[in-house]
């Protein structure tokens, strides 16, 4: 990216700006809208590939048409993953765009998503595949800006400024709870047992105000269950209620942990064109629907219920937001926008500059996690922010986290052994985090290839050369020592443990690695091997960590995030392996593994 030929002296002060106002904001997410678009746009006018054959093709029974394509080039298919949208085109024929379905070693299914009369010629003749701009998306976010810079009613929720209210915050602070005060109808499940900060939380988040509050859910604290029970009693009270979230993923485990509460028929989950209804759980099927293409309008339309306006909690995406103003006719009481701190600040004003005038705004993540991302390698830059999001924001400002009118700290896990909690917790969360003793916490305890028995943490600490992928175009690494070892520590457990391997999560911060290790394991493995992106928000009985990077460039590592995230993620057991010396260098890599040599955890060798 040519950076003096594609900013203003304008644009590069405005990109400098503290975000202390809502015109500072607004002129400094103008400049990151810009530079996303712009990286977006140089990014599409390069093929993902050339001269890629269809492979196989089949017809689903309600006419969706799949095709599989043979894509060997590492660096090709680093540039997509599943719901990548692409366009496949040939000469002489219209162009048709898909979504990726699956990737699976050298092959990928796209699943498409245009009229397409797929013809014999189209196997002899190879498509290139490029990827599609995302015009809409910054349409709505420079409108978006626009119309939270215009309307001062807005300006307040934002939190700029602290609210300024005369009374005694230490004594708020310590009111006692009272007893909930939801009680479940019969078409509802049984309440689930809060604990007191998340009954707290409850209070707050239903209280009678408009002021921002925001749910600080660490790992495994419990955070969606305690926003099931605040919108299940807003339901109760009249609310109207839009929740979104950044993927549609994470949609998903919030609608279906609200179609699990009882509020099925209060619920309504909205798709993106780019989600397949049929990869969805059978429980939200009949709650969602998705945009179809209108073949004689040749226009996109959602073939939306009739009485849409009688569901009181719509479930959708950020992205997806913008369509819910032109099929729903009531005025939002609430927004809440789950897993907030993954997302830029100003993807959370795409809904906020529409509904936020008359909606009190509920923001739920959690800050240390992975934050926001990006593909413009300007923006990575520290010094312009674009990675905090508003729950970092507010959850640093010492006037809002002290105050819990604004916001709670959810501080009880009840996801893993003490000993995986006090990792992250120490390291991350000022020792905060405390683990509840979950139901089998302990059942691998006793593994043998422990260097501590009770004690169900490990680092393995082994230096293997580092390669770039198999081909010469890859520009991704993988240490083949490493991927031994995983592969070690896997068949043990399953064979001498009995943990099945659907139980088993193994993050790669590589995606050459991830590449090798399903090549080593073997296409009928249930192990998932992903990247920590795709890990995030989800949990696994084991999680096995290969750091990859040794030597003085440790690349992705460097992010604390990433870190957390991983050893978040596990339940019974955590194995990390890499190189011990490389990765004393990183302080927050050092504190773990300090960790684990002060708790007799440390191990070495090629074996485990």
Known sequence: MGKKKMLTAEQKADLLLPVTSVSNAAAKYRVFAYINEYTEKVECKRPVSTGVEIEDSWERQDGTLFVQMFLDNNEARSRINQRTSLALVQRKVPDHWGVVTEIDQLLITVRIGSHFELKDSYYRNAFNLELTENRKGYTNQYDAISKVEKYESLHDKLMYTVPDVDFDLAAFNKLSISEPTITATPSEKPLVKLNPEQERAVQEITKDTDTTFVLFGPPGTG???????????????????????????????????????????????????????????????????????????????????????EYPIIVTTLDSAWRVKSLVDYVFTHIFVDEAGQVPEMNIWKPFADFGATSRLILAGDPKQLGPFTKASMLADPQFCYNDSMVARLANNPDIKTDLRFLIILTKNYRSHKAIVDSFSNIFYDGIIEDTQPEGHASLCKYQALPNVGFPVVFHSIKGDVFRGRKRWSRSSQNQPEAELVVQYIQDLVANQGVNEQDIGVVSFYRSQTDLLHQMLGRQSKVTVDSIERFQGGEKRVIIITCVRNGKNLGFLKNPARLNTAISRAKQLLIMIGHADSLDTLPDWKKFIDYCRENNAFKQGNFI
Do not use: W
């Open 223 to 309: 955070k969606t269950s305690t926003l099931v029970e605040a919108i299940a009693k807003l339901v109760k009270s009249g609310a109207k209620i839009l929740i979104c979230t950044p993927t549609n993923n994470s949609a998903n485990v919030i609608a279906e942990a609200l179609v699990d509460r009882g509020l099925k028929d209060s619920i309504f989950r909205i798709l993106a064109a780019s989600v397949d209804r049929f990869d969805l759980s059978e429980k939200l099927k009949s709650v969602t629907v998705r945009p179809v293409f209108d073949e004689d309008t040749k226009r996109i339309y959602y073939p939306m219920p009739e009485k849409l306006n």
